[in-house]
């Protein structure tokens, strides 16, 4: 009977979450036709939006394991700028796969530090994390001085002229898609051009983060390890009176974290852009971070989330995007106004109102304007995310041992 | 299926502390013992030798007739012993079956097998836990079979279960009793240690009591009564107290009427309480530990809310007022944990004189610290109540336990307070101190000073009270005149049997 | 005496540390050691003397607001929004000429203190009122500080050079500095704003009923909220206080040589984070503070003549960063120790009296 009821829950679950996935759509497609701003989903502005999205969801990926285990890892945008001279050196040199490898081993090298310091001195996780990050911006700057500069295609704080990895086309899946994308349909053709996005120069890069983030969710959830590494992050005084080796794990789970922010490094410097620049990151370590938190410290959460925030980094990155900033304001208040029904209904009244005003302050903004300064596309991860922590703290639920000290022999 | 220990003489001694002494113990194979005695009777001392969490100094545990040292709980668990602490160890945020194989994922892998291994105990010992909940979902009760669960899982044969009832509801308590019938008809043992003695009559095959560190006697739960019980737990002799005269006056100094306070889950942590100090009058609260002593401190001193009631200090309603407000009034306040609530360890002690004191003189003036001011008066209590230091510079954490006491009482002595409120204010504190913080307690109560006091400590409440009201469950149970109480009586009313 | 060792051996054991490190990268790097070692450890010239002097007073200034934040147990990683929001108000408003002459300097700081306060009072009503992390609301501020600067400059500023910036301070109300060493710059009159935030930082913590309550705080939540003080009530005006400061930050740079606001040309990034490290390097305490910063304001002053051996001048950034991991570490390490010898004394003393109070619970 229980099986059942879990099953038939699970079931629910997946149900909900595709009739979501569908509304979503619907809501996003209803609003390009309403607005008339095309290329909200033309295969391009996705493909765009789904290049902006997989740094940040390395980053957030890696925020996920650390924080599973217990350690809060400020530092990923310092590891993630490691990661990106790390490719850029080792690609230069030894080919892409090096590249890749060498941005993970540079980001591993940053999470080694960060363990270091909080694992074993015990120092705090955000003092810890804030040096990283100066030490990896100074690292990186010096590095690239010291190693780029005088290389053909390199300058003191830059280097192009490497390889990158792959990508992958299906011919006729790609060029269908593209010519339904096209003709602007109703649904249809905001479909037809996500499945553009992702059969036209595919990056194997991408495909790997993808690969990733099923690794992570089925690691983390479906292993005996995984299963360990969480119970650091929940409860290290229990784990430990059961036999776990809380310290290795933490080990673990922040050198891996460490990783994946390197491979966002890489992902940066060889698919978002063919070229080295000393800063490259611009913060997606911290975005990662958002996205994880908006994701609730789950894979798919953190997946969702990336992929929101890589639309609007995407979107800004897009030519005379004024328009098609203005017609996201109509789509952000129509989720707003849904959230607020939804708080209505679950009688969190005081949500509600506070939600329906800021949704109505968006469809008036909308109506007032026809434009609307990009300046505020880039700031949308980070809106949002205070959003989400001020109105839905109480759902969002993080390792209930995350970022408190832990030493050995502290239980029983 | 079975398990037979015995303990035979063990010892453990603390640097200046012997917390065992020529400890003997026998647990038959498939039966309840309980283990009843006060708190620092050296119970948990002796639960953490047999888990194998400290070594014993003498003494051997034999298991099945063999003798056995254990170096670690894991030693415990492969011999069939499995605890159950009395704070859970499990994690929120995983589910039930998480929470048990970990750790022991080789037994059954973490998947559908462990499931299938997890509904089947919880059947047949009626649990009813449903495998993939998340632990944060369930009450305590439900907690603690999650414990249990994980004991067995394990394939413990001897289970030790520390106070398993002090977080329960009475009808909580009988599911757990069905819960362990069914377990030792099953033919595992229970280790069943408690201070309550209705329970312990109710479940317990055998019954061995222990104070002052070791085993002063067993009982046959078939024959021996509460008050037999009571008396071993706690001593035949009482103090007799102390003959002096008395102070109480009619003046009424703090007043509780119908005070009801309740915990984040709605539950009532403390029910109706109506109390009054009058000045010159010591109220001592009595109660095993986890009874609403706490909560009745706090919500005086206007750390928690009431949910109910009114509480009215000089005439004044202070039910709602702030701590500060509170102490502003002119109440002093003794907090039960002296290294959390009452100091800040590592400000020198003229800083920690103004703490609790910050908006009177003579420790500032104004908006402003008057260092000098809190130098001297800090020098004042360091020679009035004996506090043993170099200095007032140094800090409160260098100071040994019963020092830091002494000062915190003189502390809050200061400047002519009308009620003291004192949390345990000789716990931990060595003869000497005691003795002088009592001292310094009745010469106050004679300048009129009202004291409500809880402890733990017999000894105290009957030499310094000249009330005693019991507390069990948050209610206000009984009221005993130190000079004629016995222990029994005490004892059956702290632990729920016949209220005098 | 062997509290003052306790106090000084582990900054100066993290800055040798921190050196040596540097060094290594250095060596794998194919750079010269040597030439490293010399060129920091040379007598800086006047003109790198005087922007010593002019970045530690934004340094310590920035340092005080953190330290504020860490005294009272919160981690005000938004130093940096602060006073990116707070230094883009204060331009505007100083650069409008609404107040006239030496006035508009006094108002302006002021502006830039409601401005930082009023920002950094988010984070702590996030906190006390939904349960908000101050360091996550704060990152997210950061960001958010930034973008709304460039943008309001953009749309309200005017064109300087290629970019945009707020107009400049009138003339009447840019102050003389001090011109200590002739030939070399003035010392940003301003600076003394960095003194009086010493002075003050000082007062306020040590002299006051308020700064005993701030540090309680910080020290023993528990014990806070037993001796009667209102625990959130002080998040939200400690953080204000915190961030008041860290409006001040860049102050005597905009009086002393900008005279304008626009990011990134007129302005100075990364104050913010260099402060919480500054403070961290310091102990919180105020020479501790000075001195990193000083520290800080050297080694970014030398670096730019290590361009000159061929050595990037980033690698200080190195330094800085491996200091501040360094100094927590030293700094915890001693803590354990001493709290390892305090608890010996105690058992020692206690087997001393041989106080046999038979306690199973008593004992742990």
Redesign the interface.
Known sequence: M?DQT?LARARTVRYTTIVLALLAILTVSAVRIVTGADRLTTPGTLRQALIAACPILLAGLGGLWAERAGIVN?GLEGQMLLGTWGAAFFAYHHGPVAGILGAAAMGLLGGL?HAV?TVT????H???G??????????????????FDGLPGGG?RNLSGYGTPPTITIPGVSDGARSVAEQHWFLVSDVAAAVAAVTTNLSVLTILVIVLVVVTAWVLW???FG??L??CG??P???E????NVYLYKYVAVLISGGFAGLGGAYLTMVSSSSFTVGQTG?RG?IG??AM?FGNWRPGGVLTGSLMFGYADGLSLLPDNGPLVHALLLLVAVFLLAYAVLKFRAEEVRTAVVVAIIALGALVWYFTTTRV?T??T??TP??I??FV??VA??RL?M??ADGKPYRRGS?? | MTIEVELTGIGKRFPGVIANHDVSLHIRPGTVHALIGENGAGKSTLMKILYGVQPADDGTISVDGSVRTFASPTDAIEVGIGMVFQHFMLADNLTVLENIVLGAEKLHGIGDRARARIREISARFGFGLDPDVLVERLGVADRQRVEILKVLYRGAKLIILDEPTAVLVPQEVDALFANLRELVADGCSVLFISHKLDEVLAIADDITVMRRGTTVGTADPRTATKHELAELMVGSELPSPETSERTVTDEVVLALDGVTVLDDLGRERLSDVTLAVHRGEVVGIAGVEGNGQTELVEVVMGMLRAAGGTITLDGNDITRLSTRGVRELGVGFVPEDRHRHGLVLDFPLWENRILGHQTKPPVVKGPLLNPAGARADARRIVEEFDVRTPGVTTSARALSGGNQQKFIVGREMSGDPILLVAAHPTRGVDVGAQAAIWDHVRAARREGLGVLLVSADLDELIGLSDRIEVVLRGRLTGTFDPSQVTAQDLGAAMTGGSAA | MKRLVYAIAPPVVAVVFALAATCVVIAISGGSVGAFLSTIFSVPNDRILVNIVNQSSLLAISGFAAAIGFRMGLFNIGVEGQYIVASCAAAFFGGSGLVPGPLNILATLVVAVLAGAAYASIAGILKVTRGVSEVISAIMLNYIALTMAGYLVQRYGVKAGYTYATKDLPLSSQPLGFAILPGANDVWALTIVAAAVAVGYWFLLSRTRFGFDLRTTGESPTAALASGIGVKKMVVISMALSGGVAGLVWMPAYFGSVHRFGVPENFQAGLGFAGLAVALLGRNRVPGIILGAVLFAYLAGQSNELQRDGIAKQVVDITQGVVVLAVVVAYEIVRRRQSRVEREQVSEELAATGAAAPSGEGAR
Not at chain 1, 121 to 124: E, H, K, L
Request: charged share 10%; glycine share 12%; hydrophobic share 50%.
């Open positions: 229980s879990l400020i530090l310091a001195f015990g120092v705090d955000i003092i810890s804030v040096a990283l990050n100066i030490i990896g911006l100074g690292a990186v700057g010096f590095l690239a001085k010291s190693f003191p479906r292993t005996p299963l360990r969480r119970s929940e409860n005084q229990a784990a009176t059961l036999g776990v913060g911290y971070l958002a938190i300064p300046a505020f880039g700031m980070y809106v995310t205070l922590l001020s703290s109480q639920r390792p209930a239980a029983g």
